[in-house]
C-alpha cells in the first residue's frame, strides 16, 4: 500500500528558524491523506473527536509514505505524535523533482506538468495557511484564528488540504524516475539520515559571541553618540547617517555599502573626524556575525544543528545545496541587511559570501528542454563543460568536435 499525506501545521515558532525548531513547538491541525489512488480526504485534528491512533495505524501499514518535502512532515510527526518510521520507508515528490531538474515547488512543478489546478483555489489556499498557520499579527486582538473564531474559512482550509494530496499524487505520476531509485535512493535515503543527524554546535561559544557582538554594538553606539554630539544615536541608521554626513561635512553619500564607505574612508581628502564616523560604520554594520542568532534559533535541544542540506538542490549539477527555508544575510538595494530564506533571495540582492557582498545569479528554472550525451555527460545542449581545469565550451561543441570532457577530481557543496 502507498499512502501520500500532507500536515497543515501551526507554531509559535517561525518556520524561517529551520524545520527541527519549527517542530518542537509544532500542532497538527489538519491531517490529508489517499491510500494509492482512492479519493484524498482529510481529517480535522481540532476536533475532539478525531483520533490520531487512527492515521498512526494507517501510516504503520503502508508499505510507502510519500510527500512532498518529506522532511518536514516526518520531523512534525516524529516530535508531535513519537511516529519515526525508518526513512527508507519514505518517499518524496519534491526530492524527485529536483533529482529531474525540475523545480521544488509543488505549485511551479504542477505548471511545468500541466497538472490542471484551480488557480482561485490555490490562491485561496494561501490565504488561508497565512490565517491559520502562523500567530496573528501584534495588532490583532487574538492571538491566533482557529476553527472557532473564523468557521468559513476553517471548513474552506479542511476542504482545501486534499488537493495538495491530489497535486502531489498526478505530480509523481508525470515525473520520470530514473534519477530517484535504485542507487539514487539509497543515497537520498542517506541524505534524509545526515540531516536528521545533524552536526554538533559549541553553544557556550555561540551564546558567548552574542553577549560580545552586543557588547561591542552598545560601545559602538556609545561612541557614535559622543562623535555626533548626540546627533546620531548609531551608525546603523541608515538615513540618518547620510543626512548627518551631508550636514556636518558636505559629503553626499548615495549609500553607505561597504564598497562607497570604504572609498570614501581611503580618499586622502576626507576629513579625520568623517572618516572616524564610516570606521565606527563599517564595524557596527558588519554581518559576519549573523550567523550566530541564526544558530542560536535553529539549533535543537540536543545542541545539534539539522535539516541543512538539500539534495539535489543545485538543479543544473545535482549537487546539494542549502535547504530551502536556510537564512542567508543579504543587503538589499535600499541598503537593508537582513535575513532571508535562501528561496526569497531576490536577484537585486547582494549575498554575504564570508568576506564581502557579492551579486548572484542564482539558480532560476527555465522550462523543461531536451538533452544531449556525450562522454558520459547527460545534458542541455547549452550546459557548459570542462576540457581542462579552465578551458570550457558547450556540451554540445564538446559532442560535434568530438572533444574529451575533463571530469575533475572533486567537487564542492554548492550554496547556491
Known sequence: MRLWLDLETYSETPIAYGTHAYAANAEIMIFAWAVDDEPAQAMDMTDPSADPNKLIELMNGAGELWAHNSSFDRTVLRHVWGFNRPVEDWRDTMAQAFSHGMPGNLGKLCEVLRVPTDKAKDKDGRRLIQTFCKPRPKSSKIRRATRETHPADWQRFVDYAVLDIEA??????????????????????????????????????????????????????????????????????????????????????????????????????????????????????????????????????????????????????????????????????????????????????????????????????????????????????????????????????????????WKGESCSISTD
Open 168 to 405: 502531489m499524487r498526478e505530480v509523481h505520476k508525470r515525473l520520470p524516475t530514473w534519477n530517484y531509485k535504485g542507487a539514487e535512493l539509497d543515497l537520498w535515503h542517506m541524505d534524509q539520515r545526515i540531516n536528521d543527524r545533524g552536526v554538533a554546535i559549541d553553544m557556550d561559544l555561540v551564546r558567548g559571541a552574542l553577549a560580545a557582538v552586543d557588547e561591542a554594538q552598545a560601545e559602538l553606539a556609545k561612541r557614535t553618540v559622543e562623535m555626533t554630539e548626540e546627533k546620531l544615536a548609531s551608525t546603523t541608521q541608515g538615513e540618518a547617517t547620510k543626512l548627518y554626513i551631508a550636514e556636518r561635512f558636505g559629503v553626499v553619500m548615495d549609500n553607505l555599502q561597504m564598497a562607497t564607505v570604504e572609498r570614501v574612508v581611503d580618499d586622502s581628502d576626507t576629513d579625520p573626524a568623517l572618516r572616524a564616523l564610516l570606521l565606527v560604520r563599517l564595524q557596527a554594520s558588519t554581518s559576519s556575525t549573523a550567523k550566530y542568532k541564526t544558530l542560536d534559533r535553529a539549533v535543537s535541544g540536543d545542541c545539534r544543528l539539522r535539516g541543512i542540506l538539500q539534495f539535489n538542490g543545485a538543479a543544473r549539477t545535482g549537487r546539494w545545496c542549502l535547504a530551502e527555508g536556510s537564512l542567508v544575510t543579504v543587503k538589499q538595494p535600499d541598503d537593508r541587511i537582513r535575513q532571508v530564506p535562501i528561496q526569497e533571495v531576490c536577484a537585486e540582492d547582494l549575498v554575504w559570501d564570508g568576506t564581502q557582498w557579492v551579486a548572484h545569479e542564482g539558480v532560476v528554472f527555465s522550462g523543461v528542454k531536451e538533452v544531449i550525451r556525450h562522454d558520459g555527460i547527460t545534458a542541455t545542449a547549452q550546459h557548459i563543460v570542462y576540457l581542462s581545469s579552465s578551458d570550457s565550451v558547450t556540451l554540445l561543441e564538446a559532442k560535434e568536435k568530438n572533444l574529451p570532457i
